[in-house]
């Protein structure tokens, strides 16, 4: 009970504070200290990140900072990749699907240590996974550069990272929402919770139809999702004390260290 108190108030601090990255380190919390089957922690995991994403939606939206058009259609795109994805999960060999997820921690962890050089201006080159503290200058939406084909496109690759691996994908989501759609920083950390609450909803519900969610532990995952919550509204109030710079290097080589061991494991096992 305490481990998935902590492990949850991490992943909330983690999703509240940078926008993203938080649900790829509940993955090999619940399979490494709570002793979850990579199948059953990717289900688990989709359940806590739909619970926290959506409740931190709220917030972004009573703020202004969720464009529902563009959520929408992203989101929709992701829809039939995300229940396949959940799917064939069930499918997967755990070795796969344990590599699978470490590679894309490894990729989420470069992109957080990595120096952000977007500012709430406008995108850049090399977005980092949230938006980071500060002012900002308000809602606003920069151009939509590509058509919407573009836009489907990055969705529905989204959507199949979401049903086979159980992330949320928000360190995914908001640079795309930057780099290809075009959205401001702050507008794209609260739309990207609007298409993960939805990816994460499309693939449990897969998940659930085969059959995967019969066996979870939910005197683990209950708790674990309750801190995750509460742990995102204190990563909102962090955001505002320390560098986003600082939080997302912290947070990405806790990812990067967790990445090498998981594929370490695999390597071994």
């Known amino acids: 009970m305490l481990i998935a108190l902590a492990g949850g108030a991490v992943v909330g601090l983690a999703l509240g504070a940078l926008g993203g990255g938080g649900s790829v380190l509940a993955v090999p919390v619940l399979i490494y200290l709570l002793g979850f089957a990579p199948p059953a922690a990717a289900t688990a995991s989709l359940l806590i990140v739909l619970a926290t994403s959506a409740t931190a939606l709220f917030a972004h939206a009573r703020d202004g900072q969720v464009r529902w058009g563009t959520g929408a259609l992203f989101a929709a795109a992701g829809l039939v990749p995300a229940a396949l994805g959940g799917l064939l999960s069930a499918r997967l060999p755990e070795w796969l699907l344990t590599t699978g997820f470490a590679v894309v921690a490894g990729v989420a962890a470069v992109r957080m240590v990595r120096p952000a050089r977007v500012t709430e201006t406008g995108p850049g080159p090399g977005v980092g996974p949230g938006p980071g503290p ?43 929402l930057v780099q290809v759609v075009g959205l401001r920083m702050r507008a794209a950390v609260g739309t990207s919770l609007l298409i993960v609450s939805v990816n994460a909803l499309a693939a449990l519900l897969a998940r659930g139809g085969g059959g995967t969610a019969g066996s979870l532990d939910w005197a683990v995952i209950a708790p674990f999702a309750g801190a995750a919550i509460l742990g995102a509204w204190d990563g909102r109030r962090l955001a505002a004390r320390i560098r986003g710079e600082t939080l997302r290097r912290v947070f990405g080589a806790v990812l990067l260290a967790v990445s090498a061991l998981m594929l370490l494991d695999v390597a071994l096992g």
């Not at 308000?138 to 058509?147: D, I, L, N, Y």
């Not at 199949?160 to 159980?166: D, E, I, K, Q, S």
């Open 134 to 176: 500060g002012p900002g200058p308000g809602p606003g939406v920069g151009a939509v550069r590509p058509g919407a084909p573009a836009v489907a496109g990055a969705g529905a690759g989204l959507g199949a990272v979401t049903g086979v691996l159980g992330v949320g994908g928000g360190f995914l989501t908001v640079p795309a």
